[in-house]
């Protein structure tokens, strides 16, 4: 995992924790919002992290 992928999944974390720490008669989608933002750049992060092996060697 790179490091910015790790960055966003804590962020993702985070945002979690705030929004379900909140008061439920309090109306505030902004840290869900935030953590569903997170969350797709921690994916996209997985994703254009990894490493492809290729084999220069044909045979």
Known sequence: MSKSAAGFFVLALLCGI??????????????????????????LALIAGRRIKFDPVLR
């Open 18 to 43: 705030v929004h379900l720490s909140m008061d439920k008669e309090a109306i505030s989608t902004l840290p869900l919002i935030a953590c569903c933002v997170f969350g797709g750049l921690f994916v």
